[in-house]
């Protein structure tokens, strides 16, 4: 592969969250793309639990808005999309998986979706499995490492949110490498955009992202990171 050091570090390093837009729309092509781009991100046992709510007609934008308190970076996208996590959709996947699989599945990754899936991920009736996984994994983890989650339906959203984050970073960058800016939101309220885009009932908002050409005041602030000595530690 060509060394890409250098286009991965100007979009990385020009990526602002950008909180006003032009009247600029994206075209259709480059958000496909882009969507196409930010599944390609490591998503976990490959289960796949996102969904991405594209949103750009004007009704349905300005609802959203509101959702999003009138944020300008979401009033004035172009584009919102919902970054949206599924906490049960992975029982589905994992058969989906192996009905699409290309050529003869590996008896490894046969077992792995029928049955270390179930092990990991069911929560059971009012999460009691989980729950009672939770009491044999404490017992057992005494003597020997175990999993230590996910145990609950929070245990499960966050399962699926780490794997959505990804997803949405990758979004976010493949539309800075198309010229077009993006701002991450979780100031919305949830039970509103839920309302308005009509989730499966398991599913939840990770992530608003706002989308468009950015205004020239559109970056509100210089960028500003602490030093890597508070965050990176050499073990
Ligand atoms: C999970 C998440 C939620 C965020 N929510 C908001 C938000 O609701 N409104 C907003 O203006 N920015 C939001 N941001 C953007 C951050 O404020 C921004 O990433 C941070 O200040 C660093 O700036 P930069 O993205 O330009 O580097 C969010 C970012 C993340 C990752």
Redesign the pocket.
């Given at each position: 592969m060509t060394n890409h050091i250098e286009a991965l570090r100007e979009i990385i390093e020009t990526?602002?969250?950008v909180?006003r837009f032009t009247d600029e729309e994206i075209p259709r092509e480059v958000i496909e793309e882009c969507l196409r781009l930010a599944i390609l991100a490591p998503n976990s046992s490959n289960l796949q639990p996102w969904e991405f709510y594209v949103v750009s007609s004007e009704n349905e934008r300005k609802q959203l808005a509101a959702a999003c308190f009138q944020?300008r970076?979401a009033k004035t996208a172009a584009v919102l999309i919902a970054v949206v996590g599924r906490s049960k959709s992975w029982k589905e996947n994992a058969q989906k998986l192996l009905n699409e699989w290309p050529g003869d599945i590996p008896p490894a990754v046969e077992s792995y979706y029928t049955k270390t899936v179930k092990l990991l991920y069911t929560q059971g009736p009012l999460g009691i499995l989980g729950f009672a996984r939770k009491i044999m994994m404490t017992v057992v983890g005494l003597f020997r490492p175990v999993p230590r989650g996910p145990f609950s339906k929070q245990g499960m959203q966050t399962w699926a949110a780490k794997t959505c984050a990804l997803a949405a970073e990758n979004l976010m960058l493949a539309l800075k490498a198309h010229g077009y800016d993006s701002?991450?939101?979780?100031?919305?309220d949830e039970k509103r955009v839920r309302k308005i885009l009509g989730y499966p009932s398991d599913a939840f908002t990770v992530?608003m992202i706002g989308a468009g050409k950015g205004a020239a005041d559109g970056?509100y602030y210089p960028?500003m990171r602490f030093d890597s000595k508070h965050h990176v530690f050499e073990v």
């Open positions: 990526r602002r969250s909180r944020q970076a701002c991450p939101m979780e100031g919305f992530m970056i960028r």
